[in-house]
Structure formats: C-alpha cells, structure tokens
C-alpha cells in the first residue's frame, strides 16, 4: 500500500485519554452491542473468536497502517482512517473472488491517544466491514509511539477456486474494475495544503473498492485478479511475473476523469501517471480469457502476450514505462 504522508502528524482532539479509560474498558465501548453477521458464532470477548467457513476453506490477509506513512490525522478523521483500513485487507478478499466475512484488529496507540477518537476509528472499522456483509470477530489493543492498525481479514469462497495472480496466459484480456488515480489525485491535493475539490481528497480517505466485482470476475472465469493497491503498473508486475507473461496495456483504453484531468492541468502534473501509477484506490485488476465476454463495470485495457526474451513484465503502447510504476515501500524507507 502507497503511503499518505511521510511526516507523523497526530491529530488536535482533545478528551479523556485511554490511560484514563483502560484498555478493557475502552473494548468494551467499541464491542458492545454490535451486530455480527450470520457467519459469526462468537465474537469479542473470549480467548477467540469463532466463525463458520461453510465451504471448507478461509481465505486470509492482513495489512498495515502506520500514521505518518498511510495516514495523517490532520488529513483524515479517526473515522476515515478505520474504513480505509477495513477497505485495504477487505479488497484483497475480493480479488481472491472470495466473499468478506469477517476482521480481526490489532491495534497499537500511545496511552495519550484520546478515547474518543479510537472509538471513531472503531467506527469506520465496523461501518466498512458491514457494507461488505462481514463483521469486527476479535483483536488486541497495545501500547506504541504512534498510532498502527493491524488489520486480518478472512473470506469465504463460497465454492469457487480461488483466483490466483499465476493463471494468465497469453490471448487472454486485461480489464480494470473501480476508480484509478482519484486517491492520488487526493494526496497530491493535500500535500500542497489544499482541502478540495472534496471529491478527490474523500477518494484519498476513504477508498470504494468494488467488493462484489471479484466474485463476479471469478463467477465469469477471470484467469487471475490483484487489489490494486500500490499502482496498476506495480501490481499488475506480479501477475506478470507469477504467471511468466506480459501484459500490454493501451493507454487510450483509459478514460481520464474531468476532474483529475482538471486537477492534473492546476498543479503541472499528468493524470494519466495518476491512473497508471497511483495507489490506495483499491480498484481490481484481471484477466479474462479473450473469448469471454467480460462482466458489467469491467474495463478491458490491454492484452496478455507471450514473455519476450527480456522476460515478464507490463508495457504500455508497446514499450516499459518510463518512471515509477508504483509505491516500493523498502525504496524510500
């Protein structure tokens, strides 16, 4: 996952600390009273959780948000920050074409952070969860210098083989599914110190991963599927690599949006790095065979060829990209 910041920036609420509250107390407040979807049979509260994998099989991932590298509460409400964690691990259950069902959160805070504004984090935890049909099963709470949400998500498949990042082959379609370039777009509009066009900044925020896209993709034989999360060059590098393939994309199969075409022009940058390169909007990407008709909200974008001797990788309009394909954590770290 790209980065929202690289400056720890906490936020300015004020209020009765966790220190004061306890931890226990504090879990409590964001448990209770919650409604657990059908798949839950136990939730907080004991040693573990207890949730039913009806198919046999649960599919697992985890992500991890760090403030002052994926988010900044100057930038982005308690609130915010719980959905976009939820969404990150959520979209990757998705692009399995597996089904969310549930979140276990490991979360880490100074003991100064106040009670309140994790009970909002908690919040979007749960409210993202729920759109997906899943629901908050267990986690931990410690102490840290900064704030860090850990989030676990499991899915279910429902019956469906999973959809791997190795099975593209070549005569197979390239497609995207969701918004690409709006979180980056975002980013780049507050790090110049700018609050809108709100339209943007939210995308930053808060991402809309296509959730119900990745079983239909599996339901419609995609060969393999990726979370966009660190740029569609970047991800879609390790389908190519996983499945020893290239991918070549066309760069007037995507539409750029008015407004980050707008954006883009006020601020001397290129939306279309923005849509090729940008991260955190969780969009899907996969590949379809070529004589499968794609389903409804896919977007074919390029095709799958053969490795040349140069090895797997990704092209646009016939040639590597030239400048970073996406976010490399351990590069500028």
């Not at 226990?24 to 657990?36: H, N, P, S, Y």
Request: hydrophobic share 45%.
């Amino acid at each position: 996952m790209s980065p929202s910041a690289i400056t720890p920036e906490g936020g300015s609420e004020t209020g009765v600390s966790l220190r004061e509250v306890g931890e226990f107390a504090l879990i409590d407040r964001v448990t209770t009273d919650r409604v657990q979807p059908a798949t839950t049979e136990l939730g907080p509260g004991d040693d573990s959780a207890v949730v039913t994998a009806a198919d046999g099989r649960v599919v697992a991932c985890t992500d991890v948000l760090v403030e002052g590298v994926h988010f900044r509460l100057d930038w982005s409400s308690p609130e915010q920050v719980g959905r976009k964690a939820a969404a990150a691990n959520l979209a990757d259950i998705a692009a399995m074409g597996a089904v969310p069902t549930s979140l276990l959160v490991g979360l880490a805070c100074p003991s100064s952070t106040p009670a309140a504004q994790l009970e909002q984090l908690a919040d979007g935890l749960w409210a993202e969860a729920r759109s997906t049909g899943a629901g908050l099963v267990g986690g931990d709470l410690t102490s840290a210098p900064v704030i860090v949400v850990s989030v676990t998500a499991l899915g279910d498949l429902q019956g469906r083989s999973p959809v791997l990042r190795s099975g593209a082959r070549p005569g197979d379609r390239v497609a995207v599914c969701g918004r690409l370039g709006w979180s980056a777009a975002g980013l780049a509009v507050l790090g110049r110190g700018f609050r809108s066009p709100a339209v943007l900044v939210d995308a930053h925020r808060v991402p809309e991963p296509p959730y119900s896209a990745g079983p239909q993709a599996a339901d419609a034989g995609a060969t393999s599927m990726i979370d966009v999360s660190d740029g569609l060059l970047a991800d879609l590098a390790h389908v190519a690599r996983a499945s020893g393939v290239t991918l070549r994309l066309r760069s007037r199969a995507f539409t750029v949006p008015a407004r980050l075409a707008e954006i883009a022009s006020a601020l001397g940058l290129d939306p279309l790095r923005w849509v090729l390169t940008g991260g955190e909007d969780h969009a899907l990407a996969a590949t379809f065979p070529g004589d499968a008709p794609l389903p409804e909200g896919w977007t074919e974008v390029g095709a799958v060829e053969a490795a040349d001797a140069e090895g797997p990788g990704v092209t646009v309009d016939g040639r590597p990209y030239d400048g970073d394909a996406g976010w490399a954590h351990f590069t500028r770290y």
